[in-house]
Structure formats: structure tokens, C-alpha cells
């Protein structure tokens, strides 16, 4: 064959040997214009996020709303629990810090659960560790729903812990399992479905609490029970799906069961780009050193992602999200409202949340992580101001009673629009694979730290400052607001290598950047030097000899086009 002849390559598509620059500039071309293709939403890779938000992220949200509604008739248990022990009623400061303590149990749970989500994670992969987290939530829904029946509140207690260490495990390990079985454009709507399915938790939760429904005298242990019910569903559905396939290929080194999976998520054999990307970042792994939580703080690229990662963590469960939740309907009460007008007016709230959540889903990948963060505190902040002045002045104008429930609809609807969501996205977002998981642990630690912090310190608030007990809420809001717009990157539809760039100091961005091109231009040299060697490989006498000046060729225009 002559040297100069056309060789068929790629399906039979003329091509020429790569002593060409010209036709290593359209290489190039091929290869951006297949990169701009964005994978789309597919039957399977819908059914695997429905079976993990479904499954772990619902009954997360449910567990975190279904003690507001019954919350009279739970006080009345341990009430008529004392007196059958003691002969009398119990004192009121004792009930209110019960009370407290049932509420933020939870919340201990939830640390206890969020520090070693990461540990899970990675000994037992995404789903693995979703589906033996399980088995706490089936713990939990006994001691909780068969408390009454026992005769002891502290069994409800320690019920109330176990539901929050499932709850704290799920809140590190779904949200990691989303971001991972999803394209880059899709992350943030799947991502968001996270958050909604939490908010659903809370809607139903409310409303099987009713005193119509579930939020009875004599049912409500059957509310505190229902956590078993999307456990069932999880079985049944996220055993058929596969694990995370950036897990698989990144920690594993899994190369052909990664494959299978995405085949599976996106509907397709044609996944040669996201392997591609997942077997560089396996590589570096692998070559990298092993992380630790210190190694957070030590290292200057890691420091800032992480200092970002918690404070963005702080402006969620600061922002007294979980105070409106846990209490909103005392906090109704006091602003006038029968108890069961305030009961409804709750359950308005909660489906307020799930619709607004909704449409931020929607919105995710379209504004931007950064945008709906700073639209939604600049939101909480001012809503907040306006709540505490109606409860402060509704005694004196009766019409500010409906200005304090409008007021709390909308901090509900800036809350879904942006710090609902989006905190858990920047932990999975501004770290590679090594470091995630302990940024995760870490990152779910201080979230539920701040959670217990509010459920265990509002009721005290309430009772020390009154109506005055928002007030601290605003204050961090507003510095939270300022902190967002000063520090806080945009990671919309960045692959996480680019995000991490920006934490690098300039020399190590430039030096990473000219790497990465190195990488790149290699990596498609290489591919097509290998169809071209095995197109020719039937005439190895005829061009044998030439080999090594082919390679030659090849490291030449690598050379000339970094």
C-alpha cells in the first residue's frame, strides 16, 4: 500500500496518517461538536432517582415534620405516662424540655448518622449503602410506632435517635448518588428532586397528622410508624438499579461493570465520553494521595471548597427553616388562629414548599446554583423581618395576623427557591472524587449539628424573647447573603476538574490547565493512531519498517499543538 494512499478508518470515513495538522484540527472539531451533545432524561435513569429519593429522601422529610401536627396529643402520652407512674401531672418546664429533647433526638441521630455516611459510602457503594440503611428505618418505625402501646415515652425517644441516624446516613448518601448517576446537565434537576421528595416527606407528614386523619389520641403512634412504608417501596425498587458508576469506575476500578451501569442510566451504548472522563479521574485518584478530614483543612485547594461547602450548610438550618417546620403551628396559634386553622395553615406551608421546590428544580440548570442561593436568602431575610414585626404588632393592628401566615408562605417559598436544595449540591460539586466523601461526612455533620442546635434551643427562645425569637434568624441570614455574593463560585454545567480549578492558586490553574490540554490531545492521538495501526495491521510487511516514524509523527503534532 502506498504511503500516500487514503486509509479507511471509522466506518469507512477517508482519513489520512496523523502526520497532518490540519487533519488534527478537525479531530479537534469532531470531537467538541459530540462534547456539546447533552444526555438527556431517560425511563431508567428516572426510576433509579425516584427510587432513591423516594425511598431515603421522603422519609427523611417525613420524620423531620411528623411530630408538628400530633404534637398535643404526643405531650398528652407523656403527660398520662408520668401520671401513671408518679400519681400526678407532669410540671410544665419538664414537658416543654421532653418535648425538646424528643425533637432534637432526632437531629442527634441525624449527626451521628451524618458523620459516618461518608464511612458507608465507601465500604459498601451508593446504593449499598441506601439499602442496608434500611434496615434502622424498620428499628425506628417499631419503637416508635408501638411507644404507646409500650407504656414509655423514652422508647419513642430512642426511636426518634435511630430515625435520625438513618435520616443522617440518607442525607449524605442520596444526594452523592444522584450527583453521581447523572449527567452534567441534569445533575441539578435531579439533585433538586432530592430536596422535593424531603419536602413531600414533611407535606404528608402533615397531613396524615391531622385530627381528621391520623393525628388522633389513639392513631398518632400509627403517623410516627408510616416511616416503614418507603422502606418497603426502596426494596422493591432500588434493588433493581445499579450502583453509581463513578463509584464503580473511580473507587474500584470497575471498568466494564461502570459501563453496564451507564448503558443502563442513559439508555445507550454510546457512553465512550463519560467513561472517558471517569477513567482520567480513576487514574488521578489512583496516583493521589489518600484523604482525610484533616486533610480538608490542611490543604489551601481544599479549605476554601470546604469553608464554602459548611457555611452554605449553616444558611439552611440557620435560616430557621426546620423552627418554621417543627413549630409552625404553635407559632399560628400565637399569631391568633384556632388550633385547627393553625394545623391547616401548616399543611399550607408544606405544600407551598413542594410546589416552589419544583419549579427550583426546574429553574437549577437554567439560572445557576449561585443565583437561586442569593434570590433565596435575600428572600428568607426579608421575610423574616416581616414575620417578626407582624407577631410583634398583630396584638395591636388584628389584620397583621394574615400579614404573619402571608409572610410565612413566602419565607417558605424563598427557602424552596434556593438554600432548600442547593447546599447539598455544592458538597457534591466543589469536590473530586477523593476528598468528597469525607467533605460529605463532614458537610452532613455541621447541617445536622445546626439542626439539633434549633430544634432543642427554639422552644427556650420562645419562651425567654416571645415573639422577638425570629430575630436571631435574621441577623445570620443577612450574613449569610453577604458571604454567598462575596466567595460563592457558579458550578452550573462545570465538569468537577473545572470546578476544582478555581481553588487552585494561578500558577497550579495554569500549570492544570496545560496538563489537561497535554491530556486531551494525547488521548485523541492516541485513539485514532490505534484504529489507524489496526487498519493497517494486514500489511505489517509493507509498513512495518515505517513504525517508528510514525510514532515520531504522532509525537510531533502532540508537541505542536500543545
Not at 52 to 70: A, D, M
Not at 507 to 519: A, I, M, P, Y
Request: with cysteine; proline share 4%.
Amino acid at each position: 500500500m502506498d504511503d500516500t494512499e487514503p486509509l479507511l478508518l471509522n466506518g469507512g470515513e477517508p482519513s489520512h496518517s496523523f502526520t497532518s495538522f490540519q487533519e488534527s484540527n478537525e479531530i479537534d472539531h469532531v470531537e467538541e461538536t459530540h462534547i456539546t451533545r447533552k444526555p438527556g432524561m431517560t425511563r431508567t435513569l428516572a426510576f433509579a432517582v425516584a427510587a432513591c429519593i423516594l425511598g431515603s429522601s421522603f422519609q427523611l422529610g417525613y420524620n423531620t415534620g411528623v411530630v408538628n401536627s400530633p404534637e398535643d396529643e404526643i405531650k398528652g402520652f407523656y403527660n398520662t405516662t408520668n401520671f401513671d407512674r408518679k400519681g400526678e401531672p407532669m410540671e410544665t418546664s419538664l414537658l416543654t424540655w421532653l418535648w425538646a429533647i424528643t425533637v432534637a433526638a432526632y437531629g442527634v441521630g441525624g449527626m451521628i448518622g451524618g458523620v459516618s455516611a461518608g464511612f458507608w459510602a465507601n465500604r459498601y457503594g451508593r446504593r449499598g449503602a441506601l439499602l442496608r440503611n434500611n434496615v434502622l428505618a424498620v428499628i425506628a418505625g417499631g419503637l416508635l410506632g408501638f411507644s404507646k402501646m409500650a407504656g414509655t415515652y423514652e422508647m419513642l425517644m430512642v426511636g426518634r435517635v435511630i430515625s435520625g441516624i438513618n435520616a443522617g446516613i440518607n442525607s449524605g448518601v442520596a444526594p452523592l448518588y444522584l450527583s453521581e448517576i447523572s449527567p452534567i446537565s441534569l445533575r441539578g434537576l435531579c439533585g433538586t428532586f432530592n430536596q422535593l421528595a424531603i419536602c413531600s416527606g414533611v407535606l404528608v407528614a402533615e397531613v396524615i397528622g391531622l385530627n381528621i386523619a391520623l393525628g388522633t389520641d389513639k392513631l398518632w403512634p400509627i403517623t410516627l410508624g408510616f416511616t416503614v412504608v418507603p422502606v418497603i417501596f426502596q426494596l422493591l425498587t432500588l434493588t433493581w438499579c445499579p450502583e453509581s458508576p463513578r463509584y464503580l469506575m473511580v473507587s474500584l476500578g470497575e471498568e466494564d461493570e461502570a459501563e453496564k451501569s451507564l448503558v443502563w442510566l442513559r439508555g445507550t451504548e454510546d457512553v465512550g465520553e463519560e467513561l472517558e472522563e471517569m477513567r482520567k479521574e480513576g487514574v488521578e485518584q489512583r496516583n493521589a494521595v489518600k484523604f482525610t478530614v484533616s486533610d480538608l483543612y490542611r490543604n489551601p485547594e481544599l479549605r476554601w471548597p470546604l469553608i464554602i461547602s459548611l457555611v452554605m450548610q449553616l444558611a439552611q438550618q440557620f435560616s430557621g427553616i426546620n423552627a418554621v417546620i417543627q413549630y409552625s403551628t404553635s407559632v399560628f396559634e400565637g399569631a391568633g388562629l384556632s388550633m385547627s386553622a393553625a394545623q391547616y395553615a401548616t399543611v399550607g406551608t408544606g405544600a407551598v414548599n413542594v410546589a416552589m421546590t419544583f419549579v427550583s428544580a426546574m429553574l437549577m440548570d437554567k439560572l445557576g446554583r449561585r443565583t437561586l442561593m442569593i434570590t433565596g436568602l435575600g428572600g428568607l431575610f426579608v421575610f423574616t423581618v416581616v414575620l417578626t414585626l407582624s407577631l410583634i404588632f398583630q396584638h395591636s393592628v388584628s389584620w397583621l395576623s394574615y400579614v404573619c401566615i402571608g409572610a410565612t408562605i413566602c419565607y417558605i417559598i424563598a427557602f424552596a427557591t434556593g438554600p432548600g436544595a442547593i447546599p447539598w449540591f455544592f458538597v457534591a460539586e466543589l469536590f473530586a472524587q477523593g476528598p468528597r466523601s469525607a467533605a460529605v461526612s463532614v458537610s452532613t455533620l455541621v447541617n445536622w449539628s445546626a439542626n439539633t442546635l434549633v430544634g432543642f434551643t427554639f422552644p427556650h427562645l420562645q419562651t425567654a424573647i416571645g415573639v422577638y425569637c425570629f430575630v436571631p434568624f435574621a441577623v445570620m441570614l443577612f450574613g449569610f447573603l453577604v458571604f454567598t455574593i462575596l466567595f460563592v463560585p457558579e458550578t452550573k454545567g462545570k465538569r468537577i476538574e473545572d470546578i476544582t480549578l478555581l481553588f487552585k492558586a494561578p500558577e497550579d490553574q495554569d500549570e492544570s490547565r496545560e496538563n489537561s490540554r497535554t491530556d486531551v490531545t494525547y488521548g485523541r492521538m492516541e485513539s485514532h493512531y490505534s484504529d489507524y495501526s489496526r487498519t493497517i495491521s494486514s500489511d505489517v510487511g509493507a509498513r512495518g519498517d515505517n513504525s517508528y516514524q510514525d510514532d515520531g509523527a504522532l509525537l510531533s503534532v502532540q508537541e505542536e499543538k500543545s
